[in-house]
């Protein structure tokens, strides 16, 4: 027996609890023009990489997107929200990442334990970004996932699970018992995250609420029309670089969502040297990837 549905009530986007599939938060993956195409696609509803909210680079929100973030205080996170939060439908804290960036810092899922400091971040956001954006917390497998979600609970409006644990990263298969579990602790909506595809994302709608689709949208935001039924169109590399004109985008990211971009394609291994031998933008735009 399939589940009982549980809406996202602040977050105002009929299509998005209607189509219950949003893109993963990826870093560098995720830059706004490859956000945009997915939205193209059908994608509901698109997450940033994370962003701290004390950066200093430029964001860009024309997607409308959910604003991933990372900090080890509250510092900053009233300034930030307020100024954005009108360009974005809601805001996400990163308590997931596994990187060896994250471990030398001491965020995402390397500061799980510190409850207080956590909490206290989660308060600040709520009261930035106000009744109307919805706000998300994203978890792995962990001995404090039941206490995290205590706080979750308290000011957020969705949970994103990930069961895998921080030592897995992104490799092992998720553990999806463990997601079911936490679900049936909760009364908030489940987005569960982990190795979502084309093959099994029906599948997990009927245990979870929302799913989000990551690495196997790398390079191929048109999974989303797959899954929608859109038409695919305007979803190639070429669309791509239209799109990153406006947003002026380092060379060395044009690079490697190039790279992205040959996946699954029969001459894989050739276009990627042909992109690695690259040295100039110029020369980047007129290669047929």
């Keep these: 027996m399939d589940m009982k549905f549980r809406p996202i009530k602040n977050l105002k986007l009929g299509k998005a609890l209607k189509d219950r599939v949003f893109l993963a938060p990826m870093e560098e993956v995720n830059d706004v023009a490859f956000r945009l195409m997915c939205k193209k696609a059908g994608c509901s509803l698109t997450w940033t990489g994370m962003t701290h909210p004390r950066t200093k680079q430029k964001t860009y929100f024309d997607d409308k997107p959910i604003c991933q973030l990372f900090c080890k205080t509250p510092e900053g996170i009233k300034e930030f929200v307020k100024k954005h939060n009108k360009k974005v439908s809601g805001w996400d804290f990163n308590l997931g990442c596994p990187a060896t960036t994250a471990r030398k810092h001491g965020f995402g899922s390397y500061m ?167 040295k100039t933008e110029k020369r980047l735009r007129k290669l047929k990837l």
């Design 112 to 278: 799980i334990s510190e409850l207080k400091t956590i909490e206290e971040i989660l308060k600040e956001i709520r009261k930035a970004a106000g009744k109307k954006k919805a706000v998300f917390v994203k978890i792995r497998k962990s001995a404090y996932a039941k206490k995290i979600l205590k706080l979750v609970e308290k000011y957020c409006d969705a949970i994103i699970v990930h069961p895998r644990t921080q030592q897995q990263g992104y490799s092992g298969i998720p553990e999806e018992k463990f997601a079911e579990k936490l679900r049936d602790k909760t009364k908030l909506p489940v987005v569960y995250s982990g190795n979502v595809g084309e093959k099994n994302y029906k599948e997990l709608l009927k245990k979870f609420d929302y799913v989000m689709v990551g690495r196997s949208a790398i390079g191929n935001p048109g999974i989303f029309s797959d899954i929608s039924g859109k038409k695919k169109s305007g979803l190639d590399f070429k669309d791509y670089l239209k799109l990153s004109k406006k947003y002026k985008f380092p060379f060395r990211l044009l690079k490697f969502q190039a790279m992205n971009f040959t996946k699954g394609k029969k001459d894989a291994k050739e276009k990627r040297l042909e992109i690695f031998e690259v």
